[in-house]
């Protein structure tokens, strides 16, 4: 079947129905090769010179999510981090760029002491307020607006369609990290961004036992391109057993993110009102700032991240996450199992997040299972 007609479900299961030609398998091979054979006439008919940016396994990975974020090519990067930082290394010293208040830490980090000192202009706005976009943005100096959405650790929803217009308008291109709100859920280049990054470590591989990053652009330009000649040069290239795992695990995301999203707005609307629990942070909740916006740009749930706001305070929440038994007591999200963390003794100074708040990440065990645990693990914390 043409995979233009297929729904997105049947893309990801069968990872656009690829089938090796040599031998009949469904699951492509491992390609382990670092060259390629030249012709005897000197060519290089195969188009593979060398494997830095040439390796085969990397080719469905990049297949199944271009199709699958509706885009014009994705690359596959050794790490989220690598592919994030490729965007802002692709700019040109003196670029002006706008970035989110609250984000991923480990980019905030990076751009406050790596991007400034070669020369670029990053400037910390309130991302979800068109208002303070308008107010921020420089037209003709602005050249990169970096979205995260929803955003750690409190899940702040920016308007992606609202967001590109105001940057386009000023010349300015837009890329999105939608690390957690996956494919599955919003296609922030049908929404008019330039170029849209994963975290791939996180729900497109679904099993936290894979560091990958990717990006996808809406369409080529030279831009794209001066990224795909960083990825070339600096070498921030994936395993090939990590990208054959990343297309394995791309087969499940849809009915993976489908239950981490069923279950966490029921874990949401439980502790809503709990009174050991000071505010549930949840873009499923009517009551989240963010409702109406995600509402509009997040199709079949809200995902599976939220933060929950001990009401006792901070020793409570950190007692809170050591005495989960079924919950993991770790970073990182986007996988099978449910995780629980203490977000301001992992990002340290300068985090957005409140010193009482746990930061959960869904997975896919049975909801009621996950409610018991947390709420027996407040209970005993309360002691
Ligand atoms: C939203 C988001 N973006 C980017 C990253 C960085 O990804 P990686 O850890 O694969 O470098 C993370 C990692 O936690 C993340 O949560």
Request: neutral net charge.
């Amino acid at each position: 079947m043409d995979a233009k007609k297929m729904k997105p479900e049947s893309i990801a299961a069968q990872a656009l129905g690829w089938v090796d030609e040599a031998t009949k398998a469904i699951a492509p091979p491992i390609h382990t090769a670092t060259t390629y054979l030249r012709d005897v006439d000197n060519q290089y008919r195969s188009g593979r010179i060398y494997a830095r940016d040439q390796n085969p396994t990397f080719d469905q990975a990049e297949a199944v999510l271009t199709a699958l974020e509706g885009g014009h090519q994705t690359l596959l990067f050794a790490s989220g981090m690598a592919a994030a930082t490729a965007v802002f290394q692709a700019l040109a010293p003196g670029d002006h760029v706008l970035a989110p208040k609250v984000m991923y830490w480990s980019l905030r980090n990076w751009l406050k002491n790596f991007a400034t000192q070669w020369g670029l202009q990053i400037e910390f706005i309130d991302m979800d307020s068109p208002a303070a976009v308008k107010a921020a943005i420089q037209p003709g100096k602005t050249k990169m607006l970096w979205i995260e959405t929803p955003a750690n650790p409190l899940w702040t929803i920016t308007d992606i369609a609202a967001t590109c217009e105001i940057a386009h308008q000023a010349g300015a291109l837009v890329a999105v990290d939608s690390t957690v709100g996956t494919p599955v859920l919003t296609q922030p280049l049908k929404l008019g961004a330039d170029i849209v990054m994963h975290a791939a470590t996180k729900y497109l591989n679904g099993h936290s036992d894979v560091i990958a990053g990717t990006l996808t652009a809406r369409a080529d330009s030279p831009y794209w391109q001066r990224i795909r000649s960083i990825r070339a040069q600096i070498g921030g290239v994936l395993g090939p057993f990590e990208a054959w795992l990343l297309t394995r695990g791309m087969r499940t995301l849809y009915p993976r993110v489908r239950t981490a999203c069923v279950s966490a707005q029921r874990i949401a609307e439980y502790f809503e009102n709990h009174p050991l629990v000071g505010e549930v942070m949840y873009p499923g909740l009517k009551s989240f700032a963010g409702h109406a916006v995600a509402a509009k740009q997040m199709q079949g749930g809200f995902g599976g991240m939220m933060s929950i706001r001990v009401k006792v305070g901070e020793a409570a929440a950190i007692a809170t996450a050591a005495n989960v038994q079924l919950w993991k007591r770790a970073t990182s999200l986007g996988g099978v199992e449910s995780l629980i963390e203490h977000r301001a003794s992992v990002e340290g100074a300068g985090t957005p997040a409140p010193t009482d708040l746990l930061r959960l990440s869904v997975g896919i065990e049975d909801a009621g299972d996950l409610i018991a645990d947390l709420e027996s693990a407040l209970k005993r914390a309360q002691l």
